[in-house]
């Protein structure tokens, strides 16, 4: 991949915000997604830590997208909201299994394989490198609104209009 293809997402997805940290204990920005975090090997959701969030954060939500899954709109591997405004980590695992670490309150939504949690990397054999999306959105109300029923989409469109601040990692794998 190309250095400019392993930037953030342009502002066509997202409007401009202001920008603050994220950085993961479990792999490299701009590095390879661990095995951990792959679908059929681990399938846990890595560690999430983020810093200098925007005055006025009532809450926060973290999303995993794979833009270059082969599906003409992506692939949504993780959506999870309302995590309280004290909260500025997810342990590994929050977003998986037995759920320990995961604040109470947070919503997950169905991801693209159809369950309410964090979906693991499995892009198609010999489809080249794909990029995995962290993104943590500093929201402007406790409650963004959408409950466990809301799509992945929907829950961007809230946020869209409701980010205060967005930070982004982005770690890539491929299957051979």
């Known amino acids: ?13 997202h409007p401009p915000v202001a920008e603050f940290t994220v950085t993961s204990t479990d792999f490299t920005a701009d590095g390879v997604l661990p095995e951990a975090h792959v679908y ?7 560690q999430l830590s983020w810093t200098g969030a925007p005055a006025g954060t009532k809450s926060y939500a973290v999303t995993c997208f794979d833009p270059d899954a082969p599906t003409g709109s992506g692939f949504w591997h993780w959506s999870l909201f309302d995590i309280p405004a004290e909260v500025t980590e997810l342990p590994t695992g929050a ?3 037995d759920f320990t670490g995961l604040p109470a309150g947070a919503v997950h939504v169905r991801n693209d394989y159809g369950s309410r949690d964090f979906g693991g990397a499995a892009p198609p054999p010999g489809d080249g ?8 959105y500093a929201v402007d109300q406790e409650k963004l609104g959408p409950d466990a029923d809301t799509s992945p989409a929907a829950v961007g469109f ?19």
């Open 129 to 136: 490198p794909h990029r995995y999306v962290f993104t943590v």
């Open 1 to 13: 991949m190309s250095e400019s293809s392993r930037r953030p997402l342009p502002h066509a997805f």
């Open 95 to 97: 977003g998986s299994g």
């Open 158 to 176: 809230n946020l869209r209009f409701h980010s205060l601040g967005r930070a982004q990692v982005i770690a890539e794998y491929e299957q051979g």
């Open 40 to 46: 059929a090997a681990g399938n846990t959701s890595p």
